[in-house]
Nanobody, 122 residues
Framework: QVQLVESGGGLVQAGGSLRLSCAAS????????MGWFRQPPGKEREFVAA????????LYADSVKGRFTISRDNAKNTVYLQMNSLKPEDTAVYYC???????????????WGKGTLVTVSS
């Protein structure tokens, strides 16, 4: 079992920044690749970013590439999502996930946090 708890969401103006955190507990955090997903109001959940277990490899959705950065600290059992140049269309509930990283894709596992809401005002 892996327990994931997101934090750092809130209300921010367009162009601003936020950093989300996901704290993990349970089974060995460093053995998992980690991903961030988001669900905008009235829409399906979508992939945002992923990072390999070592942190050496990362993947991003085209919509956030160049603006968001995923990172992890295995000593703190925490993964981060730094979000810059935020846009109103980034408004969503953001979820953390523990899964598997392949060469050019990320397969979400069954472990999800409860999410943190990010609202970007125009």
């Amino acid at each position: 079992q892996v327990q994931l708890v997101e934090s750092g969401g809130g209300l921010v103006q367009a162009g601003g920044s936020l950093r989300l955190s996901c704290a993990a507990s349970g089974r060995t955090f460093s053995s998992y690749a980690m991903g961030w997903f988001r669900q905008p109001p009235g829409k399906e959940r979508e992939f945002v970013a992923a990072i390999s277990w070592s942190g050496a490899r990362t993947l991003y959705a085209d919509s956030v590439k160049g603006r968001f950065t995923i990172s992890r600290d295995n000593a703190k059992n925490t993964v981060y999502l730094q979000m810059n140049s935020l846009k109103p269309e980034d408004t969503a509930v953001y979820y953390c996930n523990a899964g598997t990283y392949y060469s050019s894709s990320y397969d979400p596992g069954n472990y999800w946090g409860k999410g943190t809401l990010v609202t970007v005002s125009s």
